[in-house]
């Protein structure tokens, strides 16, 4: 059981990037799968989440509408649409699956917003 992160990359100030999660061994649907990131020298930080089931979706307040996170469940993957990215979104992006029993990292995938 474990979730898998990919699609970050390096992107301009104002660009875009949409990161995926993919979860193994456990379905999305039913589990609340969370975003978070490292920033150099920071504390991880809560970014996105979708609640299982229902859908619901939160997001951190420095988002500011910029991102989107969605679930593909055939597909059993999660997203995090990124738009109008900023050089202090910089960071490693770490993606949670929330199960009854723990939750489940991934190794994380880097995120970095320079010209």
């Known amino acids: 059981v474990y979730v898998e992160e990919s699609g970050g990359g390096l992107v301009q100030p104002g660009g875009s990037l949409t990161l995926s999660c993919t979860a193994i061994g456990f379905p999305v649907t039913y589990n609340a799968m969370n975003w978070y990131r490292q920033a150099p020298g920071k504390e991880r930080e809560f970014v996105a989440g979708i609640s299982g089931a229902a859908g619901t979706t939160y997001f951190e307040d420095f988002v500011e509408g910029r991102f989107t996170i969605s679930r593909n469940d055939a597909a059993n993957t999660v997203y995090l649409q990124m738009n109008n990215l900023k050089t202090q979104d910089t960071a490693v992006y770490y993606c949670?699956?929330?199960?009854?029993?723990?939750?489940?990292w991934g190794e994380g995938t880097l995120v970095t917003v320079s010209s």
């Open positions: 949670g699956g929330v199960t009854s029993s723990m939750t489940y």
